[in-house]
Structures are given as C-alpha cells and as structure tokens.
C-alpha cells in the first residue's frame, strides 16, 4: 500500500485515504498523514507512545522538501527534495534527474570525498523499462552491476547481476495470463546450473495459495500454504498461513466500513511458541 520513500499513496487509494497508523504489539510505531492529492505530508514514529522523531512536508521556491526531526533533541535535516511536479530529486544524498517526459532517467549517490558511490540509470525500450545499478567502491572502480528488466506490464522480467568482470547470476520471472507471478528461477552463470526457484499458485479468485523454495538439488528450503475466508463479496476476512506440517506462520485479518474500503488490518507472525508479533494497520479516509 505505501511506497518506502515519502511520497505519494498508490494511484486507486489517492484522494481516499487521510491517515494510516501502524501499531506493533499493541504500540503505535508509525502514523502516516495524507493530503487529498495523495500525497504524504507527515510521517510520525513514536517510542514508548511518545512522538520520537517525525517527517515533515514542506514547500520552497523549486517544489517541496522534507525534513527529519529529532523530537528528543531538536535536530533537523532535510531528507527528500520534490520538484513542483512531485518528481523525487534528492534522496538522502541520492541525486535524481528525469527525461522532457517527466521518466526517471538517472540516480547518483556520491561518497564524502566526491567519488561515485553508486549510479542507477533507467532505460526505456518499446514501452518497458530497465534499470541498471553501478556500485563503486572508493577509488571509482566497480564492483557490482545490475541490470533489471521489466515486461510491459513493469513486472520485472529479468535480473542479472555482475561482478567486476562478469555475470554472476540471472533471475528469469514468469507470470501467468492474469499477471501473477507464478515462478523464479535463478541461475548461477558461472556453470550456467540453478541455483535456486521459487514457485506460487493462486486460487480461482486470485488470491495466493501456495508458495515454495527449493534449492539447486530441488530440496524444499521452506513452503507455505494459504487459507481464506471471504466475505460475499469475495473480500479476504481471514488469511491464514501454515508451512507444510500444518503449523501456523502468520494470520490476518481484515475489517471493512460500509462502502468496502479497508479500515483495520491486524497481521499475526508466529516465530515459535515463544515470540509472535502483532501488527495492526488503522485507516482513516476522507
């Protein structure tokens, strides 16, 4: 639902959601607030139910900036700059730079001495996107590449990743007629042999109901397995997962207001019998 930069809400939840607090093990943890473009405008992080830290949303003469407040001591620094048009152009020491039409086109992150610490730089091919990443190391010599591919859809297709010298590894993506991503594999280019693969099926309504890993002897690393109660209008009230044994990963479980939107999202992990962690998500709309 949230993108991790401050920024904007996803385009079907823009206008619609005012604020959004997450709370852990019963704790508020973070309470995000939204104007009613969509667009972030305070995040709030609270410690022991006090207000520890916040981002703000400010406006200057190029767009908006934000800031990062330490609540305890005072201190301030800016963060994220927007240009007028909501384009990211700074990100904590990132650099952005977009294209005439408003497509990301490059990111920079530079080192204290000046030198290049990484570059992404984005491609577009027949309506598809590619991303490649460069890191350097201090002296501007690079020591990993990527380079990510994505379908028309901007489901990624394609990760490859290079060492100094050469390929490393490629993760192939495969999805079925619906868009859901049903597999990946990934290959180990020095002895062109697989590495690992990770396998999802879904129900007749869409929704996941099985995941899988195997390693390259095709060894399950870890399975889970999903189950649902809907309501009549197919909407999930109930997920729970199990891994293979039956026993139980995680639950969630959702609540709705009277026009179907979301408005609590209480999200169980079980570690062991020991240790579980509660998360619950309170949404308010406008």
């Known amino acids: 639902m949230l993108i991790d930069i401050f920024g904007s809400l996803e385009p079907s939840l823009k206008g619609k959601i005012k604020t ?6 019963a704790e508020p943890y973070i309470k995000y607030y939204y104007d009613v473009d ?6 709030v992080f609270y410690k022991n139910r006090q207000i520890d830290y916040l981002f703000k949303l400010h406006t200057d003469a190029v767009g908006y900036y934000v800031t990062d ?3 305890q001591n005072g201190e301030s620094k800016t963060i994220l700059k927007f240009d007028k048009n909501r384009n990211l152009l700074y990100h904590q020491g990132r650099l952005i730079e977009y294209d005439e039409n408003q497509k990301s086109i490059k990111e920079s992150l530079y080192y204290p001495n000046g030198n290049l610490e990484e570059a992404v730089n984005y491609r577009y091919v027949n309506s598809c996107k590619e991303m490649e990443t460069i890191c350097y190391n201090t002296q501007g010599e690079i020591w990993e590449r990527t380079v990510i591919k994505y379908n028309k859809n901007g489901n ?4 490859e990743t290079y060492g100094a ?3 490393q590894t490629t993760e192939r993506y495969t999805y079925d007629e619906k868009g859901n991503e049903i597999r990946i594999d990934k290959i180990n280019n020095y ?3 697989l590495l690992d693969e990770n396998i999802f099926e879904y129900d007749e309504n869409g929704y996941l109901k099985f995941s899988s890993h195997y390693d390259n002897k095709h ?3 870890g399975a889970s397995y ?4 809907l309501d009549n209008y197919n909407r999930i009230l109930t997920k729970i997962a199990t891994d293979e044994d039956g026993e139980l990963q995680e639950q969630q479980i959702y609540e709705y207001d009277e026009v179907g939107n979301i408005i609590k999202e209480i999200e169980t992990q079980y570690y062991s019998e020991e240790k579980t962690t509660v998360k619950a998500f309170v949404i308010e709309y406008y």
């Open 219 to 221: 060894n399950i690393g």
């Open 156 to 159: 990624i297709e394609i990760l």
């Open 69 to 71: 407040q330490n609540v």
């Open 165 to 167: 010298d050469r390929l």
């Open 20 to 25: 959004l607090t997450e709370f852990v093990n």
């Open 38 to 43: 969509g667009f972030e405008v305070e995040r």
């Open 191 to 193: 002895d062109d042999c």
């Open 226 to 229: 999903y189950h649902y109660e």
